[in-house]
């Protein structure tokens, strides 16, 4: 394969329609296409875009919020379906790769999950969220080791994760030694603080650190909180008060922690960033995690890679991804 080593990348900062994944699906394929245009060919969308992040789950008892998790469920992406098709095609009118989160119904349960599609509208494989965080846990369950992947391209070696997970050190561990290069780091808004006028860096200091730990290009994409968001979750003062619109902190980030481009707390759109993979040997230099710089003689990380199922259906297909052949094909 030959390798492209300078080129654009996109990060993208946008509000769901939430709760309605074919609208929250045309403002997507609409950002796919701005990116494609100022030439980006690797685009990274925020966590759980599709059809939007589950915030009631923090502002009241689950309870409270299951007419709006039934809402969710009644929206969440089938793998495959007419709205993996839209975004099957748009990557492919694009030709670029383009990951993007979703709320994933897989038999009857949910999972929050990266869907990642080649230039050729191949849907590559997905990353699922290894451990749903605190309160997410009534709303996804867990992924495993097997859905961690890392794409080899053009491009280099893609990969991602949601959220939380940059904080976990055995996740960094797995992708660094998986040699990803670039790493679409995908989250909702930013830590919400009603007296400030900008996104808590919390999250932002997790993506940069994962590019900085890794030697990766962190394309760090985030929602943002908006007043239909707020009508559309929030039923007392209180849960008002709670938010505050934008929030949003999406950056691109360089394998040595420089941030190169960086988009307004408060806006949608796209972000795009030149980068020259040529930059990654000058961070391995310094420091390889899963390789010159790792001490394998007194620590070591064992990874089970294997589909993790309650049920084994024997003789059961499991394809790692779909061309865009069968997905076309799946929806007729």
């Known amino acids: 394969m030959t390798q492209t080593t300078q080129f654009k990348v996109a990060a993208v900062q946008m509000a769901p329609v939430q709760n309605d994944t074919d609208a929250t699906i045309d403002k997507v394929i609409s950002y796919i296409g701005e990116a494609a245009d100022a030439g980006a060919k690797v685009i990274g969308f925020p966590e759980a875009i599709i059809p939007g992040y589950p915030w009631w789950i923090w502002m009241d008892g689950p309870i409270q919020g299951m007419d709006l998790f039934c809402e969710l469920y009644s929206q969440a992406v089938e793998i495959p379906s007419v709205q993996v098709a839209r975004l099957s095609q748009a990557a492919r009118d694009a030709e670029a790769y ?138 007392s003062d209180a849960q008002r008060q709670a938010m505050a619109y934008g929030h949003g902190f999406t950056r691109i980030i360089s394998p040595t922690g420089q941030v190169i481009a960086k988009m307004e707390h408060d806006a949608e759109g796209v972000l795009v960033a030149d980068i020259d993979l040529g930059l990654i040997p000058v961070a391995k230099y310094f420091m390889d995690p899963a390789g010159h710089y790792s001490t394998p003689g007194n620590m070591q990380l064992f990874v089970d890679a294997s589909r993790q199922k309650p049920v084994f259906i024997l003789g059961e297909e499991e394809p790692e991804g779909l061309s865009y052949e069968d997905i076309q094909f799946e929806v007729q």
């Open 98 to 235: 383009v990951c993007v989160s979703v709320t994933e119904k897989d038999g009857g349960s949910l999972y929050l999950t990266q869907l990642w599609f080649g230039p050729s509208g191949d849907l590559l494989g997905k990353h699922r969220k290894m451990k749903a965080t605190s309160n997410e846990m009534t709303v996804w369950g867990d992924g495993d080791a097997s859905m961690m992947p890392v794409f080899a391209t053009e491009y280099g070696n893609l990969g991602g994760l949601q959220c939380w997970e940059h904080y976990i050190p055995h996740n960094v561990a797995t992708m660094a030694a998986k040699n990803e290069q670039i790493h679409v780091s995908a989250w909702p808004i930013g830590m919400p603080d009603p007296s400030a006028s900008f996104a808590d860096e919390q999250c932002a200091v997790g993506a940069q650190y994962y590019a900085l730990a890794t030697g990766t290009f962190t394309l760090c994409a985030s929602q943002i909180w908006t007043p239909e968001m707020e009508a559309k979750i929030c039923r």
